[in-house]
């Protein structure tokens, strides 16, 4: 096809859990923030990005046909995972339809695995790591029909197809880029399909993680290296994001929200200095909480704190040192109370299934459950998810599972069936499983009920039926016993009648 060339860049963020209905309820709306930071640095560079979001596509087809006419590039995005599908096929599309068009691949997954992603035919280069820089200099290579020796942190394939790697790309602050251009993006159509009657939003103030948690793939790709942009220039782009998009709730998605206690402080203070009204989420770490004074719990509070998700991870000591998490047991406990006297609630995830022996996982297992179930007595307000380790390449404790028996798909196109929900790895039955859902999705939140699922459940329709199951899932929490549970199987079907896979809806109430 001879075509008119433009200075358009075109980006694709696929649909991060296609295909996956077992995803949880908090991880369907996803947002394209990789492509969105890639499209500031492009812009002020002089080219003209055209974001393409799965997840509010109409017909994709006719889309990337209109959008790559004429492009210089296409830029796909993609975590390890369900993400995969739509990024391979989209990039199958645009060889088949434009096959002079360069396909350039990024985020976590390809900067984990580059060579395994540039072994495809529709992929001719990946950039590894932090992209904004990196991928200007690649566009304008190929814009003037140069190859992309030289350019740091990117892999890529030379004209015979021969796979080169250039040396890793220093990380760049934030503060030194463009803001994020939302207004390239339909946020109005992200905003009524991600979270319908409540107008929320995602924001990064910050990238990167000093920490090393041996089942998070975060270290390899930024390095452990924390970078945040200025509280002053947060709170101005919050306030403006609020107040252009009219917004209720506000998630900073950064790894590590509270690395710099006195950030996290400035911000909340400037937020309610400038009047900013919304509630917000973040994720913090045990440790950073237990640190909180009485003047960051008000700012919290006051700033309009909705939820602090927690990776507690585990209950067994044993696991938490093997991951490498640096809290302890008891220091989960202490986090729960601090959140409890200070009335923030959050979501602690908890994690099972780590690559262990048959006896000693068993044991890990059960403490865990307990303390997921201590953390919900001591405050029901915090949710606790128990979620099953999945070997996510580039983690620390990878080559372990890989030891342990653990099969890792040899295939880009493999990977794109692994999930956190899907993962069969050979140590982990399928009645551990069920016995794990059970309690962490219906017996606990039914016994310890938050504010919303009392709302919603106690009363109305629902309001008998809950309480009789309320009653028995005391019982059952209060004795530990959880064999032949006829009731989480009734609940089953009757959810399964009503076309849901969810027992009471509880998950609806619960994200
Ligand atoms: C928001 C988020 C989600 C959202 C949306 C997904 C998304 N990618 O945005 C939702 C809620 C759907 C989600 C779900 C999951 N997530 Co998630 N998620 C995140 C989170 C918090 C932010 C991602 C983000 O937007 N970062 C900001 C952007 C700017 O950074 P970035 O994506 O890395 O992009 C930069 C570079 O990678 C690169 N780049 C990216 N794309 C491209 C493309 C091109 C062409 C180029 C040149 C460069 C480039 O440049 C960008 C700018 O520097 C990260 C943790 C984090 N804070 O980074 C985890 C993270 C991405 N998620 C992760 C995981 C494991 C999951 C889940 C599997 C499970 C879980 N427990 O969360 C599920 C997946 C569900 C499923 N498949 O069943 C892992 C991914 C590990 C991996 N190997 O891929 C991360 C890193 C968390 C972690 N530390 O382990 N997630």
Known sequence: MNETKTKKVVLFFPDPVRGNDKAPAAASPGFPMSILALAGPLRAAGYE??????????????????????????????????????????????????????????????????????????????????????????????????????????????????MLSNPARPPVDLAQLPPLPYELLDIEKIIIRNSPGFRSLQYLSSTGCPFNCGFCAEPLVNKRKWLGRSADQVVRDVAALVADYRLDHLTFIDPNFFVSLKRSREILRGMLDAGVRIQWSAVARVDQVLKFDDELWKLIRDSGCRSLGVGAESGSPEILSMIDKRITVEEIYECSRKMRDNGVGGIFSFMVGFPLERDSRREEMMRTVAAAKTVKSIFAEIKTPICYYAPYPG???????????????????????????????????????????????FYFPIAYPDERVQKNLGSGMMRLPFSVMQRLARVRVKRDVYNLPVEWHLAKLVARAMGSRDPFLISQFYS
Not at 49 to 60: A, F, H, K, S, T
């Open 49 to 162: 990005p055209v974001l393409i979001y799965e997840g509010i596509e109409d017909d994709l087809d006719a889309r990337f046909t209109e959008a790559c006419r004429g492009a210089i590039c296409l830029g796909i995005s993609s975590m390890t995972g369900n993400q995969l599908r739509g990024a391979i096929e989209y990039a199958r599309f645009v060889r088949r339809r434009f096959p002079g068009m360069p396909i350039i691949w990024g985020g976590y997954h390809p900067s984990i695995m580059p060579e395994q992603t540039l072994a495809e035919d529709y992929v001719d280069a990946v950039v590894r790591g932090q992209g904004e820089l990196g991928f200007v200099e690649v566009v304008r290579r190929l814009e003037g029909g140069q190859d992309l020796s030289g350019v740091a942190g990117v892999s890529y394939k030379d004209a015979s197809g021969r």
């Open 395 to 441: 983690s620390p404790l990878f080559p372990y599972a890989l030891k342990m028996g653990f099969s890792a798909p040899a295939t880009l196109e493999g990977w794109s069936d692994f999930g956190f929900t899907s993962v069969t790895t050979p140590w982990v039955s399928e009645q551990e499983k069920d016995f794990i859902e059970r309690c962490s999705t």
